[in-house]
């Protein structure tokens, strides 16, 4: 009797602290439990340390609506006291309106803090004074409107501001104040049409800046005072008409600078003042017209890459570009100018001494791709001469390899140098052209195969200079509509062709630069025959004597 008691006593026991323990969790569970049993507003996706058994990552998200900045429940962080990364993110609909300043009093070892996707107005004072070691915030896609002067201050560790995506409108002074190691500001997609001046004096660190696809519409030299160290900076997509004087000048260290895709008009004379480092220029896609200030350039002396692609440009000035052009004689060099409204004149004959000095690859076929608008004459006469080229008879040895390109796909432009012959362009062309060898003077027979002009096409020649085969001087051009010439030995003499000539039904709009190298001769295999004969012939007398 006595032990039934005994069990009667334990099963009740049992029962009781089963009861209580149950109300426990169901009152108190942890921020990081699974949904099933996670009763807390706002919970969180926690990844732990295998070793340790410490939370160092959390994406937390809120359960409910209307939950204030002040809630009780932003005391269940402090169970997150250790976590490195944390992320604020709308995974339940549930959308944030501002920084929960709460939590992230519990959360002092945040390295990498993430908000996104949520509906914050603005960025208060002092938002992330809690988080002393942080090193990244990132705030993209918030609809965040307002950054209040204070908003990232007093981070000495902080290297990242990522804002990306959101609808700021203006960059006031001292909203970046005491960021020592700030390096990378991100201010993509957004609407600002404002950065006072000022706005980043306190960031001396800084190297990468990113304000792209914007509203700006003004810039002056006091927009970016304080950045001596910025490397990378990223206008483009925005709706700027005019770089003026000095606009760039405190920037002593800058490599990059991306202006694509504005509505520059003008640039003044000194737009790039005081850009010593600067490797790489990129004005593509505006309204410029015309470049006169032959000081604009002055002082590039590191520049390798330029694009002026997809402008308005009639003329592009030798006077300009002089300062830069030896710039762009390096194997690593870049110059775009396609997609412009560059008349077909020899003017143009800049480029080709360009082409003949570089070392770029790159840099030739983007020359030989240049096209120009031609007048009615020069087109009437390119007409004529093509359509006469391609009814010329060529003897066909079963592989037709001749070819031209299709006049239709280039928007009524023409590719200059397929027009130099047409303009007589020789002249103006060999007084730009200074080899820094001598060419010796052969003898050429190549003749054009039409008589609509009087210049001889000259073909590339070899130079020779201590048995090492020196680069090939682009003389002329030739027309596109010649027709290879089948030869014995199973090749075409294309010598006298149009670098862009493509095989029959096929159409090319652009060249390879190899379409330039001449073919291999067999004169000096017929020369070392004969010599071959005569010893062997001398030798035989030699011995019947």
């Known amino acids: 009797m006595t032990s039934w008691k005994l069990f009667f006593l334990c099963a009740v026991l049992f029962c009781v602290e089963g009861k209580r323990l149950h109300q426990k969790r169901e009152t108190k569970s942890h921020i990081c ?145 005491d960021l020592p190691s700030l390096e990378k500001l991100y201010l993509t997609r957004n609407k600002i049409t404002t950065i006072h001046d000022k706005a980043f004096i306190h960031l001396s660190n800084l190297r990468e800046l990113e304000i792209d696809t914007n509203n700006l519409f003004m810039l002056n030299s006091e927009t970016f005072l ?62 410029l017209k015309e470049i006169k200030n032959i000081k604009l350039f002055v002082g590039l002396k590191s520049l390798k890459s330029m694009s002026l692609k997809g402008n308005q440009l009639q003329n592009l000035d030798s006077d300009v570009m002089a300062p830069i052009l030896e710039n762009f004689y390096s194997n690593v060099s870049s110059l775009d100018v396609e997609d412009n409204m560059f008349p077909c004149d020899c003017r143009l004959d800049l480029f080709l001494s360009l082409m003949n000095n570089t070392n770029s690859s790159h840099l030739k076929l983007s020359i030989e791709n240049l096209k120009c608008i031609p007048t009615s004459d020069i087109r009437d006469k390119w007409t004529k001469t093509a359509e006469g080229d391609k009814n010329t008879d060529v003897e066909d040895d079963g592989q037709n390899d001749y070819e031209y390109y299709d006049d239709t796909q280039l928007n009524g432009k023409l590719f200059y140098i397929d027009m130099r012959f047409l303009l007589n362009c020789s002249k103006n062309f060999d007084s730009l052209l200074k080899p820094d060898v001598e060419t010796p003077k052969q003898k050429t027979s190549v003749k054009p195969s039409t008589t609509t002009a009087s210049v001889e096409p000259k073909v590339p020649m070899l130079i020779e200079n201590k048995g090492e085969d020196q680069k090939n001087i682009y003389t002329t051009s030739r027309l596109s509509t010649v027709s290879a010439k089948p030869m014995a030995n199973g090749f075409y003499d294309d010598r006298n062709m149009a670098a862009d000539e493509a095989k029959p039904d096929k159409i090319k709009s652009h060249r390879s630069i190899q379409d330039f190298e001449s073919q291999p001769s067999n004169s000096h295999m017929i020369s070392s025959c004969v010599a071959l004969f005569v010893g062997v012939f001398s030798v035989r007398l030699f011995i019947l004597e």
């Open 33 to 177: 439990d699974p949904v099933y049993n996670n009763t807390n507003k706002i919970q969180c996706y926690c990844v732990r340390d295998s070793n340790l058994d410490l939370i160092r990552s959390a994406n937390c998200y809120a359960t409910v609506n209307e939950i204030s900045i002040d809630d009780a429940n932003w005391k269940v962080f402090e169970e997150l006291e250790n976590v490195h990364k944390l992320t604020f993110t709308n995974t339940r609909g549930v959308i944030l309106k501002y920084i929960p300043q709460h939590a992230l009093q519990y959360t002092k070892s945040v390295l990498k803090l993430e908000v996104k996707y949520a509906n914050i107005e603005s960025i208060e004072p002092f938002d992330f004074a809690n988080l002393t070691f942080v090193e990244d915030i990132t705030l993209r896609d918030n609809q965040i409107k307002d950054l209040k002067a204070n908003a990232f201050a007093h981070h000495r560790d902080l290297v990242t501001i990522g804002l990306d995506t959101n609808n700021i409108v203006e960059i006031n002074r001292n909203v970046f104040v």
């Open 226 to 287: 304080g950045l001596k160290k910025l490397e990378k900076l990223d206008l483009s997509s925005n709706s700027l008409q005019v770089i003026g004087d000095n606009t760039f000048a405190p920037l002593k260290n800058l490599r990059v600078l991306n202006l694509d895709g504005n509505k520059i008009q003008m640039l003044d004379e000194k737009a790039f003042h005081g850009l010593v480092n600067l490797q790489s220029l990129s004005i593509a896609h505006n309204t």
